[in-house]
């Protein structure tokens, strides 16, 4: 291997760069731990809602046996008899709205029970 003959200028900076970087060294080890540490914190932590994912999972896959079972609800368990279309509400809102003023939401309790009464009868 071939030898470089450094000047005395030239040896003293390479001397003067080995000292700050021997200086520094312990600094950019402990940097290197504390990453270390927050990385296995980290892959903890993932492996933690890993594990509560997998235990969802399952949890659901039960509910989903359930519900998925062909003869656990029967086409004719629900039957609609009618439908109502209409306009009714957006006026009661309005009102109760132009009555109570601060205490709108009481007041559209009240118009919504009066309404649906009115309803019923008129059935």
């Known amino acids: 291997m ?8 030239e040896l003293k900076a390479q ?19 504390q990453l270390q540490t927050e990385i296995r914190s980290i892959d903890q932590r993932a492996k933690e809602v890993r594990e509560k994912r997998k235990a969802l999972e399952a949890e659901f896959s039960k509910w989903i ?7 656990a609800f029967k086409p004719d368990m629900v039957t609609v008899k009618n439908i109502r279309k209409g306009t009714g509400n957006i006026a009661g809102v ?11 939401i009481f007041w559209m309790w009240i118009c ?11 059935n």
Do not use: H
């Open 94 to 104: 309005a009102g109760a709205i132009a009555i109570g003023g601060p205490g709108s």
């Open 65 to 71: 046996a359930v519900f998925g079972e062909q003869n």
């Open 2 to 9: 071939a030898t470089i003959k450094l000047t005395k200028n």
């Open 112 to 122: 919504a029970i009066l309404g649906m009464i009115t309803k019923m009868e008129n």
């Open 15 to 33: 001397k003067d760069a080995l000292k700050m970087y021997q200086r520094y060294l312990p600094t950019l080890t402990l940097k290197k731990q």
